[in-house]
C-alpha cells in the first residue's frame, strides 16, 4: 500500500484520483495538488474517499520537493502540463520517489515533441534506484502497449504501424479541445512527420489526410500528426518499417483552427497589448470551454488503436488492436469526457504496474518496454477493454 502525490487538478487529473481512489489496496493515500487549491479542492469532495489537497507551483522544484517530504510520497503522478515535467522528475531524484506522466516535456517557448530531454535522466534515476515512466496516458501510453502486446503475440516482425484516433463525439460547442487548449493547439500546428525507412519525413501540419474505417464509428477522415511515441515505438519495435501517427477532425474543427492561425491567435510567441506581453494561445485559452467541463453534453464515441502489417509464421498478416469508449457512460462513470477518461485509467493503471512491483526498474523508460501482458488484462478489467479485429 502506498502514498502518491497526484499534481494537476485538470480533466485528466479528475479521472486519475477517482480511479486511484478505487484501487485502496494499492492507493492507500491520494494527495492532489495543483496550482489553485480551488481544482483538488472541487475534485476531491466529490470522491467517496479521504483526498488531501495542497497548493503546488510545480515549476519550482523546490515547492515539489517539500510537499513529497511533507506527505511522505513513495511516488509523484504528474498530471499538470508538459512544461512542468523536468522539475516534477527533479523533485523525484532530489527525495528519490518513483515518478510517472502522460506528456513528454516541451519547452513554454518551443512547440515540440521530444523525448532527449527526459531520456538525458536515465542514468541519474537508475544511479538513484528510482524509476520514471513516460507517457502513461492512451496515446502515448496503451497504444504503446498495444505495439509491445502485438509484437509479443501476432507477430514475427512488424513492418508498419499507423496509430489511428478517432474522436467521434459531439460537445455541442462550436470549438474546443478535448485536453488542454494550449497544449492541443501547439500540437495540432507543428508540421507533420513520420519515420520511413530509417529517416524521418517532415511535411506541413495537416497537408496528409486519409480515410479509415474505425470500428463501431464508421469511415472517417484523419490527419497525420507527430505524435511522440512514435520516436520511442521507433527504438523497441523490431525490423519497423513504417509508423505514422493519424487523428480525425471535423471540418467545422479544421475551419475555426484556420480562422484562428490566420489571425495569429494560435501564436506562442508574446505580443505586447496595452502596456503588457500576451501570449495569444493562452490568452485563446482562457476563452474557450474548460475540458473537464465538456463531459456533461458530450455524446458519440471514441475509438483509438494501432493498425499493424507485418509476417507471422511467414505470412503476411494486418490486424489492428482498439478501444472504443462512450463520452456518455464515461461522464455517467466519473465525471469526465472520454478522453480525459481513456488518459486517466492508464495512469492510473501504470501507476499500479509500479507501486505493486509488477513493472519495476530503475531509470527512465517507456510503455513498450515492460511486459504488456498484465497491463493489457488491466485495462480490461478497469474500463478500457480492448479488442482486436483481423483485417
Ligand atoms: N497521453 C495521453 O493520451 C494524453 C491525452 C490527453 C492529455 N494528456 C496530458 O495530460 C495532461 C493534463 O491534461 P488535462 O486535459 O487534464 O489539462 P488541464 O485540464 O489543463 O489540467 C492541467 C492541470 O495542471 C495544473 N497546472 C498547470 N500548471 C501547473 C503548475 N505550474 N503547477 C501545478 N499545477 C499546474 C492546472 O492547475 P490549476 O487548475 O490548479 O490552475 C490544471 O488543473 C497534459 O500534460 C496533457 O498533455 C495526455
Not at 474517499?49 to 510545480?58: N, S
Not at 493547439?185 to 497537408?207: A, C, F, H, V
Not at 490568452?283 to 458519440?300: E, H, I, Q, V
Amino acid at each position: 500500500m502506498a502514498k502518491v502525490l497526484i499534481i494537476g487538478a485538470g480533466g485528466v487529473g479528475s479521472v486519475v484520483v477517482r480511479k486511484c481512489a478505487r484501487v485502496p489496496e494499492v492507493f492507500e493515500q491520494i494527495i492532489l495538488a495543483s496550482r489553485r487549491l480551488a481544482s483538488c479542492e472541487a475534485i476531491a469532495e466529490t470522491v467517496d474517499h479521504p483526498i488531501k489537497t495542497a497548493q503546488v507551483d510545480a515549476d519550482d522544484a523546490q515547492q515539489v520537493i517539500a510537499l513529497i517530504k511533507k506527505h511522505k510520497a513513495d511516488m509523484v503522478i504528474n498530471v499538470a502540463l508538459p512544461y512542468q515535467d523536468l522539475s516534477i522528475m527533479e523533485a523525484a531524484l532530489a527525495t528519490g520517489v518513483d515518478y510517472l506522466d502522460t506528456a513528454n516535456y516541451e519547452p513554454p517557448e518551443l512547440a515540440r515533441f521530444e523525448y532527449r530531454w527526459q531520456w538525458a535522466y536515465h542514468e541519474r534515476f537508475a544511479r538513484r534506484d528510482i524509476m520514471a515512466l513516460l507517457g502513461s496516458g492512451f496515446d502515448p501510453g496503451v497504444t504503446n502497449v498495444f505495439c509491445a502486446y502485438a509484437q509479443k503475440h501476432y507477430f514475427d516482425e512488424i513492418h508498419s504501424i499507423d496509430i489511428v484516433d478517432c474522436n467521434d463525439g459531439d460537445h455541442g460547442h462550436p470549438f474546443a479541445t478535448n485536453f488542454n487548449p494550449e497544449i492541443n493547439i501547439r500540437e495540432i500546428t507543428q508540421p507533420g512527420k513520420y519515420w520511413q525507412e530509417g529517416r524521418w519525413i517532415e511535411i506541413d501540419p495537416l497537408s496528409l489526410s486519409q480515410t479509415f474505417e474505425f470500428p463501431e464509428v464508421g469511415p472517417r477522415r484523419a490527419y497525420l500528426l507527430y505524435h511522440e511515441e512514435e520516436e520511442s515505438l521507433v527504438r523497441h519495435i523490431h525490423g519497423l518499417r513504417q509508423i505514422r501517427f493519424w487523428m480525425t477532425f471535423s471540418e467545422d474543427y479544421l475551419t475555426h483552427l484556420r480562422v484562428l492561425q490566420n489571425v495569429g491567435m494560435t501564436r506562442i510567441t508574446p505580443v505586447r497589448f496595452e502596456g503588457r506581453d500576451i501570449v495569444p494561445l493562452k490568452f485563446l485559452k482562457a476563452l474557450l470551454p474548460d475540458p473537464g467541463s465538456l463531459g456533461k453534453n458530450y455524446r458519440g464515441k471514441t475509438c483509438i488503436g494501432c493498425i499493424f502489417k507485418g509476417l507471422y509464421r511467414d505470412k503476411p498478416r494486418k490486424l489492428m488492436l482498439y478501444n472504443v469508449s462512450d463520452h456518455r457512460r464515461c461522464f455517467e462513470e466519473v465525471g469526465a469526457q472520454a478522453v480525459s477518461y481513456t488518459t486517466g485509467v492508464p495512469t492510473m493503471i501504470g501507476a499500479k504496474m509500479m507501486l505493486t512491483g509488477v513493472w519495476k526498474r530503475a531509470g527512465v523508460f517507456n510503455m513498450e518496454q515492460f511486459d504488456p501482458d498484465p497491463f493489457m488484462a488491466d485495462l480490461n478489467r478497469y474500463g478500457l477493454p480492448w479488442q482486436q479485429l483481423e483485417l
